[in-house]
């Protein structure tokens, strides 16, 4: 009888935004949709048993055998994920590495892989599975940025139960049309792609349960595709959220199609209070003096905001941890997200970062978001450090909590259990004992 070929599809640890008790571990974001989707790839009459694990909520198989395993990163996840890949190999597996950092530096992933994929892996990863069960895998497959309809459904069905504050995630676009000089889609050159809206309605249709996420960077970039979806999506009357612009955000026609649409909630990149700083990260298509009347319009429509903050930016001082802090309550900001200025490979933020002897070393362990990795303009790394903690400290207070939600608001029981879950996360924060890289090797 022939050995039937295990596949492990392995996303490492990124060891931020969720919460580990003792009997449970959840990530407070959506499921991740790369190795449901690369699992769906995987052509049936090849016969593997597939495994996933997503070791941000479950344990690595360290003493399992597989055939070939395939270990998907980003830059925070990179050097757990090249460990991940020196282990199997050496316990005899084949190894693919892929992923947004994969993309972004292919020849560094291939020292620690046998195969290293690029791009979308839509027609690269069938291919890849094909070559290596003839014994006659390649060592690079690029599979650049092809059309993306006529996907398979992500197979849910192997993903951990219980993981993940919204276990139903599905994609609409891919890409983005902007230029924000930190974002690794950027850096990638993803470009822009859609998806039929007839397919995408299809399986937000089929989907069990009432509640669903887009993961898409910008769901609404498209303004015409965007009412289109809404309009598809009206009739299945579920309650659903993504991210989008303020750009976006601002067009009071498109909150109309979203809200009747069924969106319930929304992650927004705000950035910054400051007009000079969102002018500097290539962001000035936020404008701060609109935020009030955006969050307010979005409130009025009974949506939920995720709203995220970057401390460390080049016009930033002392000053913008508290000038922050209080801005989000006197927008009552449901769900406020910080992180910290990381210049991730190849973008322009890490052309200029580098260029000016700024950055604390490469080793992309830290590049999570959450640790310092520069040596910012006007304030030290141990102040942007310490700044950082106290606004975290500062919002999920329980008197800013309050002070940001209202009862009355629709989705005031959910946006309170995100609150208190980012209440355990700070605490974790608070007690990380590598806050930022003292020499370049160290790892936190």
């Excluded at 080049?314 to 209080?326: G, R």
Aim: hydrophobic fraction near 40%.
């Amino acid at each position: 009888m022939q050995h039937k070929k295990r596949l492990l599809i392995l996303l490492p640890d990124g060891k931020i935004h969720k919460v580990s008790l003792p009997f449970l571990t959840m990530s407070f974001r959506e499921a991740p949709l790369t190795g449901t989707m690369l699992a769906a790839l995987t052509p049936s009459d090849l016969g593997f048993d597939i495994r996933l694990c997503d070791a941000s909520v479950s344990k690595i198989p360290y003493g399992e055998k597989f055939d070939l395993v395939a270990v998907s990163i980003i830059t925070g996840t990179a050097v757990e994920g090249y460990r991940l890949a020196d282990h199997f190999r050496a316990r005899g597996a084949k190894v693919v590495i892929g992923g947004v950092h994969a993309t972004l530096l292919p020849d560094e992933a291939s020292a620690h892989a046998d195969s290293v994929m690029t791009g979308f892996g839509e027609i690269a990863w069938p291919q890849m599975c094909r070559d290596f069960c003839a014994g006659a895998l390649k060592p690079r497959y690029d599979g650049g940025s092809p059309d993306i309809a006529g996907l398979p459904w992500p197979r849910r069905d192997l993903q951990k139960r219980f993981g993940y504050a919204m276990p139903n995630t599905v994609f609409a676009t891919r890409g983005c049309r902007n230029n924000c000089d930190f974002c690794a889609v950027v850096g990638a050159k993803f470009g822009w792609h859609t998806r039929p809206v007839a397919e995408v309605a299809a399986e937000i249709a089929a989907l069990k349960g009432s509640r669903f996420a887009f993961n898409d960077v910008s769901l609404c970039e498209d303004r015409e595709y965007a009412f289109e979806l809404c309009r598809a999506l009206k009739p299945l009357k579920k309650k659903w959220g993504g991210l989008m612009t303020l750009k976006a955000a601002s067009d009071e026609a498109m909150l109309d199609a979203l809200a009747e649409a069924g969106c319930c909630f929304m992650l927004l990149g705000f950035e910054s209070a400051h007009r000079n700083a969102l002018v500097g990260i290539h962001k000035s298509f936020n404008t701060p003096d609109q935020y009030q009347r955006i969050v307010s319009n979005m409130h009025a429509r009974g949506m939920m905001i995720q709203g995220c903050f970057i401390f460390g930016l080049d016009d930033d001082t002392t000053d913008v941890f508290d000038d922050t802090v209080k801005m989000i309550d006197e927008l009552q900001i449901d769900i406020p997200r910080y992180a910290l200025y990381t210049p991730f490979p190849s973008t322009a933020c890490h052309a200029r970062v580098e260029g000016q002897d700024r950055l604390l070393g490469h080793n992309w362990a830290w590049f999570d978001t959450q640790h310092v990795v520069i040596r910012p303009k006007n304030m030290t790394p141990e102040e942007l450090d310490a700044g950082f903690i106290h606004a975290w400290q500062e919002t999920y207070s329980m008197r800013s909590i309050f002070r940001r939600l209202s009862p009355k608001r629709h989705q005031f029981p959910v946006a309170l259990v995100g609150n208190l879950a980012y209440r355990l996360y700070r605490r974790e924060l608070r007690h990380d004992a590598h806050r930022f890289p003292l020499s370049p090797e160290d790892v936190p």
